[in-house]
């Protein structure tokens, strides 16, 4: 099993450049999440999905958007880079309890670095 | 509110010392898991352990321990006869709930950086 995978590792943009980060995990995990780390910051939430066709905020989604159509891919976007979206990001995926409430270890993929000038 | 905080940003030891991670939070929740993952220089994080709020038994795997204190809210983490390859971020974290109900939110601490010289 790969686990979780993330496309690109690296990535250069210019302010206004648009992109998308693609992650893909094999375990058939219900739940994927993306955040973003930053020096000093630990890592901060961006969107996450419980489930194929669903998404919702996390702590810090403007700038960002995503889509989960297929249960194993989870894909963020980023429409206009700024400067300030320069970062390492990480996707991560979770089982889901029988009963809807889950508390499982995420599972992280290996990050993205993006550098916006 | 929920918070993870951990105080120390940087740690150096000598291989063969041992050396504690601290990790405080604070959460309303009644049930409530944390957990400790590792970045090592390479960047990926690796999950390490979960703790459940109904269990305080310590919990000793190899060489790492985990000391989790209901009463002081905290649940450190020491490395024993630490090695090279201990040299790592670690970042603690706390389960919760999003708002709306939806589930397994983690909130990280900052992380220590830990580095073991030779």
């Known amino acids: 099993n790969a686990g979780v995978t993330q496309t690109p590792k690296f990535r250069v943009l210019k302010t206004g450049q648009s992109m998308t980060l693609l992650c893909a995990q094999d375990m058939n995990h219900e739940y994927m999440y993306w955040y973003r780390q930053d020096p000093g910051m630990g890592l901060r939430l961006i969107h996450y999905?419980?489930?194929?066709?669903?998404?919702a905020k996390g702590e810090v989604p403007d700038g960002y958007n995503v889509s989960r159509l297929k249960k194993q891919n989870f894909l963020l976007g980023l429409e206009s880079a700024a400067p300030s979206q320069t970062s390492v990001y990480f996707c991560?995926?979770?089982?889901?309890?029988?009963?809807?409430?889950?508390?499982?270890?995420?599972?992280f993929g290996p990050g993205t670095r993006l550098t916006v000038l | 509110a929920q918070k993870v905080t951990q105080a120390q940003t940087e740690i150096s030891v000598v291989e063969k010392e041992d050396v504690t991670l601290d990790c405080v939070y604070e959460t309303r929740d009644t049930t409530y898991y944390l957990f400790w993952y590792k970045q090592p220089p390479s960047g990926e994080l690796v999950f390490l352990i979960r703790?459940?709020?109904?269990?305080?038994q310590n919990e000793i795997s190899g060489r790492y321990s985990w000391n989790f204190q209901k009463s002081t809210s905290s649940f450190n983490f020491t490395i024993t006869a630490s090695q090279v390859v201990d040299s790592a971020v670690y970042f603690c974290a706390l389960s919760g709930v999003w708002e709306g109900g939806a589930t397994n939110k983690l909130i990280f601490g900052t992380g220590t950086l830990l580095a073991v010289q030779p």
């Open positions: 999905s419980v489930g194929e066709g669903t998404t």
């Open positions: 991560a995926s979770s089982y889901s309890s029988r009963q809807g409430r889950s508390y499982n270890e995420q599972f």
């Open positions: 703790r459940n709020s109904f269990d305080e």
